[in-house]
């Protein structure tokens, strides 16, 4: 695998290039598969960024444990929690986002948004009453949107945009 050398404050960091981890993150979705009732790539990749340096992925387990085991056999388990793993495959950084039906869509809103994409919507849903989140669009506590980032925008009153645009 070809390696870039970046320097980040004055220490040398060793990344993949971008079609690398591209790449990878397909294979590895790809392997996961059998282990999911939902998985998509999410984050740079998603909104076709160039150089992806990382891989971030949302899906729904059916059967986390076996999951888990499996991505083991990949790499290394670098923390986790309920909602979220992270690891180290092949030299690059590997973050799963654990979610469910109801909050998938919202799940792909905010791991493909970039973070000022993310702040503008979260904050029309804010002086609209609303609660906007990774779990779904609330309002006085109630999920009112989630299952798809089309029926968030709709809800918002805004129009859907690719998550290349955002």
């Given at each position: 695998?070809?390696?870039?050398?970046?320097?980040?404050?004055?220490?040398?960091?060793?990344?993949?290039?971008?079609?690398?981890?591209?790449?990878?993150?397909?294979?590895?979705?790809?392997?996961?598969?059998?282990?999911?009732?939902?998985?998509?790539?999410?984050?740079?990749?998603?909104?076709?960024?160039?150089?992806?340096?990382?891989?971030?992925?949302?899906?729904?387990?059916?059967?986390?444990?076996?999951?888990e085991e499996f991505v083991k056999k990949k790499g290394k388990f670098l923390q986790g929690g309920e909602k979220k793993s992270r690891w180290r495959?092949?030299?690059?950084?590997?973050?799963?986002?654990?979610?469910?039906?109801?909050?998938?869509?919202?799940?792909?809103?905010?791991?493909?948004?970039?973070?000022?994409?993310?702040?503008?919507?979260?904050?029309?849903?804010?002086?609209?009453?609303?609660?906007?989140?990774?779990?779904?669009?609330?309002?006085k506590g109630k999920r009112i949107a989630g299952k798809s980032e089309e029926e968030i925008y709709h809800k918002l009153g805004r129009p859907w945009?690719?998550?290349?645009?955002?």
């Amino acid at each position: 695998m070809e390696k870039v050398v970046v320097f980040k404050k004055g220490r040398r960091v060793v990344t993949r290039k971008g079609e690398v981890v591209i790449h990878l993150a397909n294979k590895l979705t790809n392997y996961l598969k059998p282990f999911c009732r939902r998985i998509e790539i999410v984050g740079s990749i998603r909104r076709k960024e160039k150089n992806p340096v990382d891989i971030d992925i949302v899906l729904i387990p059916k059967d986390r444990e076996k999951l888990e085991e499996f991505v083991k056999k990949k790499g290394k388990f670098l923390q986790g929690g309920e909602k979220k793993s992270r690891w180290r495959i092949q030299g690059v950084n590997v973050e799963l986002y654990y979610t469910d039906l109801t909050e998938w869509g919202a799940a792909l809103l905010a791991y493909s948004s970039k973070f000022g994409a993310g702040i503008g919507l979260r904050m029309i849903a804010k002086r609209k009453g609303f609660k906007l989140s990774q779990h779904g669009l609330f309002r006085k506590g109630k999920r009112i949107a989630g299952k798809s980032e089309e029926e968030i925008y709709h809800k918002l009153g805004r129009p859907w945009k690719k998550p290349e645009n955002r």
